[in-house]
């Protein structure tokens, strides 16, 4: 009973993030230009905690990364060291301040894949009972039974392309058990060169809201290295397939890769942005990574730009 109380508590929780989120969303900002930046946590422990994160104010959605292993009866979070103990009280910390929280799969292991429709199924099945509401018993919670996250970020880098269209279409049909209105957001995080062969069937079920396109570790469609016209070329390819999703400027926070791929914060507010932004499609900005921003404060001059 008290199990029920909390998931209760946790569901109303979400349904007030939700109902925010919608009149933000309504609210007389021009379309294209939403103030929306994304960020992702959970690769280096010296980043800080999910509360420090949204307590900046530097970003209104935080995509916890990975869910690392899945597809074959396993299930395993890496949060590079972050203690689980916490990370719940933190998510629903975050929700009372408006940041949408997403929990994103895949990343760069080889832990996961999907062999077959039914393990698209059993994937989607433990996330709705583990992180997205579902109210099973004996179903183990990862960041508390009163903590739920808002949706599934597909980071798919990694193994074959099968049966994510499964997946995203397993985990929309739980949106007939969530009665709010925004309901369990999908969105993909995806190599910039289009299309994304991992995603692209997923991407044509038209479910995912937001596309998270990587303008980074491709010198081909990299800022620094393959200028405007290069990240236009590949942007106004993914708005032509994509024209009902919000589509964000993946940007990485800090050049530690030794790959130069920082775009500088007057190329970023003069040329960069203003393109994009006269898109219909732009949604908004997406950082890589936490950690990296924490060394530069780059999300800092981003949130008053995107």
């Known amino acids: 009973m008290a199990s029920q109380r909390r998931r209760s508590s946790a569901t109303a929780a979400f349904l007030l993030l939700s109902l925010l989120l919608l009149l933000q969303s309504a609210a007389a900002i021009p379309q294209g230009k939403r103030q929306n930046v994304a960020v992702f946590w959970g690769r280096n422990k010296a980043e800080g905690s999910l509360s420090s994160i949204c307590d900046s104010g530097d970003y209104n959605i935080v995509i916890i990364s990975f ?13 590079s060291g972050h203690d689980l103990r916490h990370v719940g009280a933190d998510i629903r910390h975050c929700q009372s301040k408006g940041v949408y929280m997403l929990l994103s799969i895949g990343g760069d292991g080889d832990g996961y894949s999907l062999p077959s429709s039914k393990s698209a199924a059993d994937v989607a099945e433990n996330l709705y009972y583990s992180v997205l509401g579902g109210d099973r018993p004996g179903a183990f919670h990862p960041f508390g039974d009163d903590t739920i996250v808002n949706g599934v970020d597909f980071f798919i880098d990694n193994g074959p392309a099968d049966h994510y269209d499964d997946l995203a279409n397993r985990i929309n049909d739980y949106n007939q058990n969530i009665h709010d209105p925004i309901g369990i957001m999908l969105t993909a995080t995806v190599r910039c060169s289009y299309p994304d062969p991992r995603m692209k069937a997923a991407l044509d079920t038209k479910l995912f809201r937001r596309i998270h396109v990587r303008f980074y570790d491709d010198a081909t469609c990299s800022y620094n290295h393959a200028g405007l016209a290069g990240v236009m070329a590949q942007w106004n390819r993914w708005s032509a397939a994509y024209p009902d999703g919000q589509i964000f400027l993946g940007l990485v926070a800090a050049n530690v890769t030794g790959k130069n791929d920082m775009v500088a914060v007057g190329e970023l507010r003069d ?36």
Do not use: E, I
């Open 67 to 79: 869910l690392s292993v899945f597809g074959h009866g396993k299930y395993w979070l890496d949060l």
């Open 271 to 306: 040329k960069l942005l203003p393109a994009v932004q006269k898109t219909d499609t732009y949604g908004g900005v997406m950082l890589w990574n936490s950690y990296y921003d924490s060394l530069t404060h780059y999300g800092r001059y981003v949130k008053d730009l995107a």
